[in-house]
């Protein structure tokens, strides 16, 4: 590759005055302008085409030795041939250099018999840099003819990759996820894809199955899916290009795939009651191989907090995709997260259930009713998020308090709560008492205004 002297023999395997199986030769005129112009990637389209220069180009080289992009040896700017890859920032698509200035080039016209030949390439002191065709400089001329000006370069046959190496099969369910190490040598042709197979029977002629995806495996990795658990297997596999196959790389020692554990599951809902929450979920849509056993119910009145977790203990497994976790405290808000178990283990827990608070429905009653309590402070929640605290003082006999929902609320839809801290301890309304009596409540709907209105009476 560069300025040479001395005997340029066209050798190719369709010359029949040379030898029939080169190991290198004189590359063909189409040869010499692909590896010269083309790239695949042609001004990043991802689509082929050709340059105008040698340089990944359509615009006139500069003249700059070193690492820049599009230069070249012409216009007399350096005044002599240089070594071969001193413009290492302006090499084709396949890595040549100089194809562009320096030096012209031999090339093969056609791979015939006969003593014609064709120059490409252009001159380091001419002054332009476009390559010189074969009939602009002419063609003729012996391989013995020699010139300070004219080099050639060599290429060799294109052939079938070598084997890809470093096969590694890791067990799935029903599946192996296999890896591998691209071919040493691409056989001078883009590797275009590779073959995977597999036996049950140790590699035994005969026994491969080759693994068809739904496209073409062009990285080097895939899953390999559709195999039996328990079973062991070999795995082998193949590199193509453009001309054939490789020679298969050596076999994996034997995998087995093997159940593994389920997937998470999803769609966690919880639904408030009296000291408990009614839970529902999906099943994974993975079940890992194996069938599903139970499910671990966990509940966390801290938002989730690493460690504050209690698992829910019910007389026996959680089979369903449901079930209600009592014992809880009203008036606390719970989320709720949901793992799944089969034969080989547990999954990953569920999303958390958005957070929700306990305690009972209390049902709109519109009939009046008075309620005797002695109390300090008073606490109103409604729904998730309202609440109203009354002012911390000793109240008068008869006092009234009035508390007005939000404009939002539905009639006999929302779920209201009351409760009352008095010396001893909270009271929650409707479903708790206190070491001094029984206490209820009355809630007013007002339909006309769309809010809730809350009277009730302190006395002391």
Known sequence: NGATSGNAVAANATNPNTNSAPTYRMPLENEWYKA???????????????????????????????????QANYNNAIGHITDVGAFSGSGSFYGTFDQTGNVYQWNDLDGTTGSSRGLRGGYCCNDYPADVSSSGRGNGGVPSDESGIIGFRLASPVTVPSRPTSVVAVSGNASLAVTWTAPANTGGSAITDYLVKYSSNNGVAGSWTRYMPGSPITATSCTVTGLTNGTPYVIKVIARNSVGISLPSTNFFPATPAATVPGSPTSVVAVRGNASLAVTWTAPANTGGAAITDYLVKYSSNNGVAGSWTRYMPGSPITATSCTVTGLTNGTRYVIKVIARNAVGISPPSANSAPVPVFTNVHLNPTSQTVNYSASQAQLSYGDDWSFEMPSRDVWNNQIYNFTGPSTATSGTDRLVVVLTIPQGPVVAGFSTTPTGTYSFQFTNSTTSAVYTINFTVTS
């Open 36 to 70: 010269a112009y083309y790239s695949p990637n042609y001004g990043g389209t991802g689509v082929g085409g050709y340059y105008a220069y040698a340089t990944q180009s359509n615009s006139a080289p500069g003249t700059t030795i070193g690492s820049s992009a599009n």
